[in-house]
């Protein structure tokens, strides 16, 4: 019943929002119009899933989502190309000092926290790695999978990314590596499944990918791409216990990787981004993240401890 209440809620809050021009013609609204977004590729399996169930309530709502780096996205935000972005970071500063230049300041919604998550080829070994080892493949100063296992026959290790401009290497470069340039033996494909892809078929392969395609166990491409690489997990330290980047550990913050992801909003009007926003961050919006394998921002978390006997 709750929920019941809280989507009857939504929709007529949505409804009461519509947008008519003079002739009192209805237009871009929360629940009907056409909508261009730009989304962080990395967020691809997440966000088709909510653009599906929003389409199906509001049959009149039309989407054209492109699954771009967040790079892209924001520099087509900054130049007006698009009005909607979803990506892992909220505005920086001087970027919302430009929108306030230009009359009005853009709606950023929190929806979820995921993580960035950290890929091997299954032959193998090493699956737990310490945040020290992780930061010192990302700035070179380890280049060969010998360093962390003397006894490793993988050779030198290939540092795969997404995109030059995805939101996996910013993170990976600023919050990791301190701002330190990406070392030689890093290199850049296009997608989040491209890395997938080329770690299942090299041995000495690490990549860094968004963990939403790696974070829904239930969905069968998930499964497949399972078999195909091995998720390493972290620990801070040597002999410490390790994590991987599962909504259990993102919620206690045990998986030291996370970062949260945004809804950013420069329409002027209450259009069809609004509607989007609100029912991202709303109760039917909020259950798909925590299918999807993302921490939820806006649902209470229960965390049990299951004891073996």
């Known amino acids: 019943m709750k929920n019941i209440i809280s989507l009857f809620v939504f929709c007529f809050l949505l409804v009461s929002c519509e947008q008519k021009k003079a002739d009192g013609t209805v237009v871009d609204t929360p629940t009907k119009g056409n909508l261009k977004l730009m989304v962080e590729e990395g967020y691809q ?24 780096a967040e790079g892209d996205a924001v520099r087509a935000l900054l130049n007006d190309s698009t009005e909607v972005i979803i990506i892992p970071r909220n505005l920086k500063p001087e970027e919302v000092a430009y929108f306030k230049s230009k009359g009005f300041t853009p709606r950023e919604n929190l929806v979820a926290h995921d993580a960035v998550a950290f ?34 026959n993988c050779g030198a290790i290939n540092l795969v990314f997404d ?41 000495g392969a690490f990549g860094i990918i968004g963990a939403n395609w790696v974070s829904d166990s239930d ?21 410490a216990e390790s994590y991987g980047p599962y909504q259990a550990y993102l919620a206690n913050k ?7 992801m945004y809804i950013i909003n420069c329409q002027a009007r209450a259009g069809l981004g609004l509607g989007l926003a609100n029912f991202l961050i709303s109760d039917p919006g909020q259950r798909i993240m925590m299918k999807e394998g993302l921490l939820a921002a806006n649902v209470p978390i229960r965390l049990m401890q299951v004891i073996k006997e």
Not at 120 to 143: A, F, H, W
Not at 144 to 151: G, L, P, R, T, V
Not at 222 to 238: G, I, N, P, R, Y
């Open 163 to 203: 995109n030059a401009n995805s939101a996996n290497v910013r993170y990976c470069r600023d919050s990791i590596g301190g701002g330190a340039p990406l070392p030689a033996n890093a290199s850049a494909l296009k997608k989040n499944e491209d890395v997938i892809a080329y770690v299942s078929k090299n041995k």
């Open 219 to 239: 969905d069968k491409g998930v499964q497949s791409f399972l078999k195909e690489v091995m998720l390493v997990d972290v620990a801070q330290k040597a002999g």
């Open 254 to 260: 045990l998986y030291p990787f996370r970062r949260s």
């Open 45 to 68: 399996p997440v966000i088709t899933s909510v653009l599906e169930v929003f389409s199906s309530l509001y049959s009149m709502a039309h989407f054209d989502a492109k699954y771009v």
């Open 119 to 152: 890929i091997t080829n299954p032959g193998n070994r090493d699956s737990v790695l310490t945040v020290d080892q992780i930061r010192d493949i990302i700035t070179g100063k380890i280049t060969k999978w010998s360093q962390i296992n003397a006894k490793s």
